[in-house]
């Protein structure tokens, strides 16, 4: 685990006042407001960030010291990082997506099978994205149903695999069929 968690990203500008569309990674979007300053990847910047608005799925914020667009522009992509004591404490069975993203996946038979890539949130629950190790990625709910085991100091979780339609035709088995099965 790291000291410091990413809770936004630049993604882009609003308006020519210097505006930016920060994705924020906080449970309630807004959220990210309470978190100021944030620092830049590095460390090596403060920036200091109020909270203006929401515009499908980002938030509008106003930057101390950025007055143009031009300015915020150069700002895009640029991650926004604060310590992770300034974060409130996660109660059992919660997780923060950056301590999942990068974490060593395991089948229930202890094969690995990749590495947690990144957790989205389509809207009906977290999905982790799993890069598989031979090749592809996978999806899996976030669920103790399919991850019945998250290990965050050993940095691995443990997925109940979904079968596929493939899996069982390639064992020979009989795959119920759609309509008129």
């Not at 505006?19 to 407001?33: L, M, R, Y």
């Not at 980002?58 to 031009?70: K, P």
């Not at 590495?115 to 709910?141: C, K």
């Amino acid at each position: 685990m790291s000291d410091r968690v990413c809770v936004g990203v630049v993604v882009g500008v609003h308006g020519v006042r210097g505006a930016v569309k920060v994705k924020s990674f906080t449970e309630v979007p807004t959220d990210i407001g309470y978190y100021s300053p944030v620092e830049d990847e590095t460390g090596s910047r403060k920036i200091r960030l109020k909270v203006t608005g929401e515009a499908k799925g980002v938030v509008i914020a106003a930057l101390d010291g950025i007055g143009d667009r031009d300015a915020a522009e150069a700002l895009r992509g640029t991650k926004l990082w604060v310590s992770r004591e300034r974060l409130p404490r996660t109660g059992e069975d919660e997780f923060l997506y950056s301590d999942l993203i990068g974490m060593a996946v395991e089948g229930t038979d202890g094969r690995r099978l990749g590495t947690v890539a990144m957790v989205h949130d389509f809207g009906a629950g977290d999905v982790l994205d799993i890069a598989l190790a031979e090749r592809g990625n996978l999806m899996v709910p976030f669920t103790k149903a399919a991850v019945p085991e998250v290990d965050v100091p050993g940095r691995r979780l443990v997925v109940v695999p979904p079968l596929y339609v493939a899996d069982e035709q390639d064992e020979g088995s009989e795959v119920p069929g759609g309509r008129d099965g």
